[in-house]
């Protein structure tokens, strides 16, 4: 079945750096990909759509100058963390769909900011 | 979306059947049913999703009441795995919507 693919799964780095992570479609061209974010003990929130060739469309709240979301290839979109801050750290979540099939997920990022 | 409902928390022993109920009363006809499961610290994962027909796969089947009002996931053997966040969701036909999740029912398998 359709695979997506997250890296890194794990990242711990200084305040103030920046940190991108990679989400893969590994056997579907995906068109459209999501990123999510999770704080322990609640539920996934979407906080942008993904569109290849064109900009992202951020969900109310979310920065789009702080998440940086690129989409430049049908198989391939990153999310850049810039200038992360302890308040980012977060459990980040990407996912996508082929032609006629659900939404699969990636394994997720566990971004600690120090 | 259809809003839905779902127990917060649930046990099973391993080896049994797992039965996840979901109220889904105000979905509308063209929704899906879909099912998705969270184990810890991982993405959500796929399991199943039906219209108004009984599905089954590898993982798990669907039992969808007539009126659709309500259905159940069920695990027919449930390993120690198979816990894990379970979420029912209602979504149209097709990949391109995005899922919204609850607070979801959290399985535990015990032994």
């Known amino acids: 079945g359709a695979v997506v693919s997250q890296h890194p799964s794990w990242v711990i780095c200084k305040s103030g750096t920046s940190v991108k992570i990679e989400c893969r479609s590994l056997?579907?061209?995906?068109?459209?990909m999501f990123w999510y974010r999770q704080f322990p003990k609640q539920s996934l929130m979407l906080m942008a759509t993904s569109n290849e060739g064109s900009k992202a469309t951020y969900e109310q709240g979310v920065e789009k100058d702080k998440f940086l979301i690129n989409h430049a290839s049908l198989t391939l979109s990153t999310l850049t963390v810039t200038s992360a801050h302890p308040e980012d750290s977060s459990f980040y979540i990407c996912?996508?769909?082929?032609?006629?099939?659900?939404?699969?997920f990636g394994d997720g990022t566990r971004l600690s900011i120090l | 979306d259809a809003k839905t409902t779902q127990p917060p928390s649930m046990d099973c022993a391993e080896g049994r059947a797992a039965n996840l109920p979901c109220n889904h009363s105000t979905i509308s006809g063209n929704e899906y049913v879909y099912w998705y499961r969270q184990i810890h610290s991982q993405g959500p994962q796929y399991i199943i999703h039906g219209l108004k027909n009984n599905e089954t796969n590898e993982m798990a089947s669907l039992i969808i009441t007539e009126d659709r009002k309500s259905s159940t996931l069920i695990l027919p053997h449930a390993t120690l795995r198979d816990t894990a966040v379970y979420y029912c969701?209602?979504?149209?036909?097709?990949?391109?919507?995005?899922?919204?999740f609850g607070r979801g029912t959290s399985l535990i398998v015990h032994p």
């Open positions: 056997d579907f061209q995906a068109t459209t």
């Open positions: 969701i209602g979504l149209p036909g097709g990949g391109s919507y995005i899922p919204t």
């Open positions: 996912s996508a769909f082929g032609w006629d099939q659900p939404q699969h």
